[in-house]
T-cell receptor, first 116, second 114 residues
Framework: GAVVSQHPSRVICKSGTSVKIECRSLDFQATTMFWYRQFPKKSLMLMAT?????????EQGVEKDKFLINHASLTLSTLTVTSAHPEDSSFYICSALPGLTYNEQFFGPGTRLTVL | AQKITQTQPGMFVQEKEAVTLDCTYDTSDPSYGLFWYKQPSSGEMIFLIY??????QNATEGRYSLNFQKARKSANLVISASQLGDSAMYFC???????????FGKGTRLSVIA
């Protein structure tokens, strides 16, 4: 099946720093990528929809200036957590959609962010 | 509105026994897809099985089968011959249509006992 990678898999940073998470589709082009956030023992919460070449669409309650999303190419989307604080600590997962006619999304392995 | 309901926060099953994880959904879309994912402690989302709303037969993938009852809007996952490695969180999800995000249920934590 299709492969989606995320980098880094785990990051620990100090409060106030910015952290960039990359999501790459390795063997297909993804016109659309989704970013999710997952708290411990909870379900995935959609943060935003990232479309290549256009601005991301954020879900209600998600701060655009806090979570910057860039989908510069058909194989790469990045999520930047700006001025991270301890409450931003979470598991972030991306998924990639190969195309409109395909009925499956492929998930990255996730990034565990810990802000001290 | 699209919604997935998983009413079992946690389930226990004896090794080698079968277990059913419940999932009901709500949508007004005529065409949709239903998915089950497994999430072990590592966090990775592992695709298990897919059922299209127009599929006539219930989907099966190895030890996984999906009991799709369209009139009841249910898509229960059946795991046969449970193994210790099946212990994980299981999420039911729906893809309403097009390039839209998956709608996830709250998940069921399955624990397989030796």
């Amino acid at each position: 099946g299709a492969v989606v990678s995320q980098h880094p898999s785990r990051v620990i940073c100090k409060s106030g720093t910015s952290v960039k998470i990359e999501c790459r589709s390795l063997d297909f082009q993804a016109t659309t990528m989704f970013w999710y956030r997952q708290f411990p023992k909870k379900s995935l919460m959609l943060m935003a929809t990232s479309n290549e070449g256009s601005k991301a669409t954020y879900e209600q309650g998600v701060e655009k200036d806090k979570f910057l999303i860039n989908h510069a190419s058909l194989t790469l989307s990045t999520l930047t957590v700006t001025s991270a604080h301890p409450e931003d600590s979470s598991f972030y997962i991306c998924s990639a959609l190969p195309g409109l006619t395909y009925n499956e999304q492929f998930f990255g392995p996730g990034t565990r962010l810990t802000v001290l | 509105a699209q919604k997935i309901t998983q009413t079992q926060p946690g389930m226990f099953v004896q090794e080698k026994e079968a277990v059913t994880l419940d999932c009901t959904y709500d949508t007004s879309d005529p065409s949709y897809g239903l998915f089950w994912y497994k999430q072990p402690s590592s966090g990775e989302m592992i695709f298990l099985i897919y059922q299209g709303s127009y599929d006539q037969q219930n989907a099966t993938e190895g030890r996984y089968s999906l009991n799709f009852q369209k009139a009841r809007k249910s898509a229960n996952l059946v795991i046969s011959a449970s193994q210790l490695g099946d212990s994980a969180m299981y999420f039911c999800a729906m893809l309403p249509s097009g390039n839209t995000p998956l709608v996830f249920g709250k998940g069921t934590r399955l624990s397989v006992i030796a």
